[in-house]
């Protein structure tokens, strides 16, 4: 009885071995924690792996248009809402999962600049020696957006004369090793950077808040693996994940 009993877990090893899947995941770098957060359990309870990889926003998009291959994908609303116009998604599977504002990262001890209103954050990046944020070239969200603002709010050329741009990735790494005084990104991706402070989200009314949503590859060679990994997203591990990083669940 044992050795049978062997021999048939040892079968069933071989045939849950057999039907695991690699899903590749490619995502903006806000998301990612949140990916990463519940790759384990995702794992653990499916058997298949997860190859998580992020860019920009833009660069996804790009990556996507020169034909790379992927099984699901996350990026801002607008720009799935494009892919998914041009057939490059299954139709119908693109739901909205996370939204996410803009803050303030500066090294942990150094001083935490004055930004409660948008006066006092204006003169918070003027009087900053260097200020990181993502580079609007690359096509990341905040950094498009932060361009315009600094526009908007009539520094453009100060800040661009003192602008450490970060062509993708984590723009507080950039305070911690001290490139820059002072880092503008998205909260998310402010939270996960070791020994970098979020100071707290820019003024409400210049804040722009992205809001991230997932589909599946209409070329995933396993569509079925794909849509259960974008339901637990919008499950209830998922919405935990977001909320100690900095995130809010998005249509719920």
Known sequence: MRARTVTLLAALTVSANALAADLKVLT???????????????ERHSGNRLLIDNDTGGALARRIAGGEKFDLVVLPSAALDQLASEGKLVAGSAAPLAKVGIGVAVKRDAPRPDIASVAAFRRALLDARKVAYIDPAAGGSSGVYLAQLFDKLGIAAEVKAKAVLVPGGLVAQRVVSGEADLGVHQISEILAVPDAVLVGPIPLEVQNYTVYAGGVSAGAEDQAAAQALLAMLRGDAARKAMQTRGMEAAGR
């Open 28 to 42: 903006a770098g806000a998301f990612k924690p949140v990916l990463m957060a519940i790759a384990p359990e995702y």
